[in-house]
């Protein structure tokens, strides 16, 4: 919906990646969990976004 929304969902994700890859690059699990914990949360907030927009476009189609 928001486009604020979806850069920070996406800078979520990119934040979990980057966690993700220290752990491996360092051998820290804990990291490399909370790197994958990031990226997932940023990847469910991303696709209840696209339920959002998808719920506005048939609500503005009825509209029409």
């Not at 690059?25 to 959002?52: C, H, I």
Request: proline share 0%; glycine share 10%; hydrophobic share 30%.
């Amino acid at each position: 919906m928001g486009t604020e929304d979806k850069m920070a969902n996406k800078a979520e994700q990119i934040k979990g990646k980057a966690k993700k890859a220290t752990g491996d690059v360092t051998g820290d699990d804990e990291m490399r969990a909370r790197g994958e914990a990031d990226e997932a949360k940023g990847k469910a907030k991303q696709a209840g976004e696209r339920v959002k927009d998808a719920a506005k476009n048939v609500k503005d189609a009825f509209k029409r």
